[in-house]
C-alpha cells in the first residue's frame, strides 16, 4: 500500500495509508502557521485571551477599544460563518489593559466544515501567544432546575460526536501543539470556574448564574424528545451544537479554558408540550441578555490577568 507523506510532526513527517478521509488531514502546519504570520503582520495587537462567541453574542466585543477589525472571508484559510447570528468577524482589541481577539461567530459540523477546519482558529491563537480561551454559546436547557436566560457555568461536557468518530484530535498527532492523548478531565480551569461565580456574584447575578455539564449534537436539528429524555439520563443540563472541539482543541494546546453557556430555550422532554425550539428565539434571548455576559466577561478577562490564574 503507497504511503502518503505529511509534515505534521516535530520530528519529522507522518506517515500513513494513502486514502485516508481528507478531513484528518485537512490542515497542515504550514497553513496555521501562513494565516498567523499574516494577522501578525496585519496587527499590532498580540492578545493574551481569546474569547469566541456563540449565536447572537457577537455583542461581547463591544466592550473593546482599539479595536481592528477582520473579516473570515479576507483571512487566509480561515472558514466562513454562514449560521445566522454569527457574524463572521475577528475583532482584536483591549479589554482595559488586556489584548484580546473576539471571534464573531463559531464554525459547525453542521455547515459542512471538517473538525480540523472547526478548529483552525484556536491553534492560531496558540500560536499568537493566547493564553486563555473563554469560549460562549447558546444551548437548551435540559435540567428541570434551569430557566431561560440562565447563564451556565461549564464543569465538564459530554463530546457526543466524539463517541461517533468525529473528533477533532483524530489523525496525526502534531507534537508542536500538545500531546497525543490529552486528559480532559480538567478540560475546564477550576480557577477560571470559580472565579466566575465570584465575580457574577459581584455583578448582582446570582440568581441566574449556574454550573453544569454540556453536551455536543452535531445538529443542525433541535434534539427529539426521545434524545432529550436520554441526554437527562446521562446526566446531561444543556445542549447544544458547538464549543466542545474548541475547548478539546484549547485543551490539547495547553491553553487554560472557560465555557459559558447561555440557556435560551428549554428543551421539550414532554409530549404533550407544544412549544417547539427555534433560532429566532434563541438570537432574542441572546440579545437580551448580552449586556449582562458583556459585563460578566469583561470582568473576568481583568481579574484572571491580574490574579495571574495559571492552575487547573
Known amino acids: ?31 496555521y502557521k501562513l494565516t498567523t504570520e499574516w494577522l501578525l503582520n496585519q496587527t499590532s495587537h498580540r492578545p493574551k485571551v481569546t474569547v469566541i462567541c456563540g449565536s447572537g453574542l457577537g455583542l461581547l466585543a ?41 471571534m464573531q461567530g463559531h464554525f459547525h459540523l453542521y455547515e459542512g466544515y471538517s473538525l480540523c477546519q472547526v478548529t483552525f482558529p484556536i491553534r492560531i491563537f496558540k500560536l499568537m501567544g493566547v493564553e486563555y480561551v473563554l469560549v460562549t454559546n447558546a444551548s437548551g436547557g435540559i435540567c428541570p432546575d434551569f430557566k431561560v436566560g440562565d447563564i451556565m457555568i461549564i464543569k465538564d461536557h459530554i463530546n457526543l460526536p466524539g463517541f461517533a468518530g468525529q473528533h477533532p484530535l483524530c489523525g496525526p498527532n502534531d507534537e508542536r501543539f500538545g500531546i497525543r492523548f490529552p486528559c480532559m478531565s480538567d478540560a475546564y480551569c477550576k480557577d477560571l470556574r470559580r472565579l466566575a461565580l465570584d465575580v457574577g456574584s459581584e455583578l448582582g447575578c446570582s440568581d441566574f448564574i449556574r454550573e453544569g455539564v454540556y453536551c455536543m449534537v452535531s445538529g443542525p436539528n433541535f434534539e427529539t424528545i426521545a434524545e432529550a429524555r436520554m441526554l437527562l439520563i446521562l446526566g446531561c443540563d444543556s445542549v447544544g451544537m458547538s464549543a466542545v472541539p474548541e475547548v478539546t482543541v484549547a485543551k490539547h494546546c495547553g491553553l487554560r479554558v472557560l465555557g459559558l453557556s447561555l440557556i435560551t430555550n428549554m428543551v421539550s422532554l414532554d409530549y404533550s408540550r407544544e412549544e417547539k425550539a427555534n433560532h429566532e428565539e434563541v438570537l432574542q434571548i441572546s440579545k437580551m441578555r448580552a449586556e449582562v455576559l458583556q459585563k460578566l466577561v469583561s470582568a473576568l478577562i481583568s481579574r484572571c490577568q491580574q490574579q495571574n490564574i495559571n492552575t487547573n
Not at 500513513?16 to 478521509?21: I, S
Not at 475577528?90 to 489584548?99: A, Q, Y
Open 62 to 102: 463591544d466592550g473593546a477599544t482599539n479595536k481592528q477589525t477582520f473579516r473570515y472571508q479576507d483571512i487566509p484559510n480561515f472558514p466562513v460563518s454562514t449560521a445566522p447570528g454569527h457574524e463572521g468577524c475577528l475583532v482584536f482589541g483591549l479589554i482595559e489593559d488586556t489584548p484580546c481577539v473576539f
Open 1 to 31: 500500500m503507497e504511503m502518503l507523506m505529511v509534515d505534521c510532526c516535530v520530528n519529522g513527517p507522518v506517515q500513513f495509508p494513502e486514502g485516508l478521509p481528507d478531513l484528518l488531514i485537512c490542515c497542515s502546519f504550514e497553513d
